[in-house]
């Protein structure tokens, strides 16, 4: 089951070559999604030698395989994690129940949407770090973007493989609209705020991967946990690949604190202006773009209080993330106490677990943060980088345009519009992170406000030419 068959058009572990319907509407697909691509994907790399990682299967001997692929020949294909057998759904009203192979007539439009939800990400993440490999600060690193672009188109794949095998006609629609929708699109944007903001720097690429892609993670993990098995063990698979866009972000965030900190040393002094001067990135700035693409990517788990959060999770399409961790599974009988501007609420849990959710990401994040400062405290700084307050610059829930401080208090609007500036990149901050990105790939070279990685990607050395550009 678990090997993947690369003989066909599209490779898959899905035996679809017995489902000719099935396999007649995604070679359909295949072209415009290979369309999207050319026109969407990475601008100008399309002759490159990049050396990609590709799953020959999904367990742990053959899921990365490493080689040079040009991208546009990359094998996106349909792999799914192994059945597990008698399975059954693990939280809500109908735990203990067989998991589901087919999708419940009453459910139909409600996972529908969440897959289409889940899959609009993917691609549009490909569409907002298009033009970075224009200004990669290493072959290392643009080898590391290509790997997470073409992963992310694989993931766009694994959603539109469940809509095309469980929902029919309409499936197939969204399918579409999915090559449709674009980042920053003022017509037709993607459907979640995150994913259409611009992304013009590395900077931002690291935040992005390092908080974004996180929360991909887990949504991910809360639908590895549904009771409908084909979006579980699809999810499930989708995470081996996920771990490594995380740490793209947290290795690049750590090795421009690195670099920081030498320039700091060097020049004896901690004067954000005079690190700027030296070409390094100011951990002030950083705190900034930490805050931006942190608050941003807290909005992606819904309002604190939420009757869908409630009914997904009861009927058993959408678990919270490692549900075994958890005793209780059905919560019919608990309380949750949140804080909302008007004062605290007593909220049922069902209705509170996009804020559990959210609570157990943001203690995720706290793992780089507490390295970074680590790095930063034996350098012998006082400066720590922090996590923004779960109420700081939120668009959506009951803290959705309070003004409130990156530490979490409430301030007048006056106030808080006169310091947003300090809190996230200003235009002034934008234009000396943009000034700082220059294309480098010379072998082995960094960029001036980077360190080198720790070492290459499987196994070979840092200089590695893991681009052969033509
Ligand atoms: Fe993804
Ligand atoms: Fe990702």
Request: aromatic share 10%; proline share 5%.
């Amino acid at each position: 089951m678990s090997s993947i068959n690369y003989s066909e058009k599209i490779p898959n572990n899905v035996d679809l070559a017995n489902d000719r319907t099935l396999q007649r509407a995604l070679e359909h697909w295949q072209p415009h999604f290979l369309q999207w691509w050319h026109e969407m994907g990475p601008t100008d790399f399309e002759s490159a030698d990049v050396y990609l990682r590709t799953a020959t299967s999904v367990d742990a001997q053959g899921w990365a395989h490493y080689g040079a692929v040009h991208m546009p020949d990359y094998r996106w294909g349909i792999f799914l994690a192994d059945p597990v057998a008698e399975r059954t759904i693990g939280f809500g009203d109908a735990m203990g129940q067989p998991v589901w192979q087919q999708v419940p007539g009453e459910y139909r439009s409600t996972l529908r949407r969440l897959i289409v939800t889940q899959g609009d990400t993917e691609p549009a993440s490909v569409e907002q770090q298009r033009m970075l490999g224009h200004t990669c600060p290493s072959l290392y690193d643009l080898r590391n973007l290509f790997q997470v672009n073409v992963e992310e188109g694989r993931h766009l794949w694994a959603m539109v493989y469940l809509l095309h095998a469980y929902f029919g006609r309409d499936g197939r629609e969204e399918a579409e609209e999915l090559l449709a929708r674009h980042s920053g699109d003022a017509d037709k944007p993607r459907i979640l705020s995150t994913f259409n903001e611009p992304m013009r720097d590395w900077l931002s690429f690291f935040c992005f991967t390092y908080f974004t892609d996180r929360d991909g993670k887990y949504q991910l993990k809360s639908f590895a946990e549904s009771a409908f098995d084909p979006l579980s063990r699809t999810c499930r698979f989708m995470l081996t690949e996920e771990a490594h866009h995380m740490f793209v972000g947290e290795t690049g965030i750590s090795r421009v604190v690195k670099r920081t900190l030498e320039v700091m040393k060097e020049i004896g002094s901690d004067d954000p202006a005079r690190v700027r001067a030296k070409g390094a990135v100011d951990l002030q700035t950083l705190q900034k773009y930490l805050n931006f693409w942190c608050s941003s990517s807290l909005d992606l788990f819904g309002s604190e209080i939420s009757s869908n959060s409630a009914a997904n999770f009861a009927s058993g399409m959408k678990g919270r993330p490692d549900e075994t961790q958890y005793e209780d599974h059905v919560l019919r009988n608990k309380n949750m106490k949140l804080m909302t501007p008007e004062g605290e609420q007593d909220v049922p849990m069902l209705n509170a677990l996009n804020e559990v959710m959210r609570e157990s990401y943001l203690k995720d994040c706290e793992i780089g943060l507490k390295r970074w400062n680590r790095v930063i405290e034996r350098a012998g700084h006082a400066l720590r980088l922090t996590l923004p307050s779960s109420r700081f610059r939120r668009s959506i829930g009951p803290w959705a345009g309070v003004p409130v401080t990156p530490d979490g208090r409430q301030i007048s609007k006056e106030e808080y519009e006169r310091n947003l500036r300090g809190w996230i990149p200003s235009q002034e901050d934008q234009a000396f992170i943009g000034s700082l990105m220059h294309k480098v790939v010379e072998p082995g070279k960094m960029a001036g406000w980077i360190a080198p990685p720790e070492r290459g990607i499987n196994n070979l050395p840092v200089e590695y030419e893991y681009v052969h550009l033509h």
